[in-house]
Nanobody, 123 residues
């Protein structure tokens, strides 16, 4: 019912910025909470940020709070992750995910996933 495609990843130097986009398609895509997760080589997937269906609430991992901002454009069924002050530890594949119902930080509760976009931050 929901298809997700991430874009905007790339190579950036420490201190730089990137904006990731997640294009969602489907009749009821705007009714889903949307989240961002990331996975670095050799590490488990971790929560980054999530935004509610009505964009009324957001939540962030402590590691990115104050540096990343999640937002969504309901008219375009697109969610964004604006990332500033990027650090090498932010290097990972970033995944967009969607779920029905309230926001959650548990990846297992998201039913739809994109294929990911690589973000690499050099020292």
């Amino acid at each position: 019912q929901v298809q997700l495609v991430e874009s905007g990843g790339g190579l950036v130097q420490a201190g730089g910025s990137l904006r990731l986009s997640c294009a969602a398609s489907g009749r009821t895509a705007s009714d889903y909470a949307m989240g961002w997760f990331r996975q670095a080589p050799g590490k488990e997937r971790e929560f980054v940020a999530v935004i509610s269906r009505k964009s009324s609430s957001t939540s962030y991992a402590d590691s990115v709070k104050g540096r990343f901002i999640i937002s969504r454009d309901i008219t375009k069924n697109t969610v964004y992750l604006q990332m500033v002050s990027l650090q090498p530890e932010d290097t990972a594949v970033y995944y967009c995910a969607a779920r029905l119902g309230p926001v959650t930080v548990r990846s297992s509760e998201y039913m739809y996933w994109g294929q990911g976009t690589q973000v690499t931050v050099s020292s």
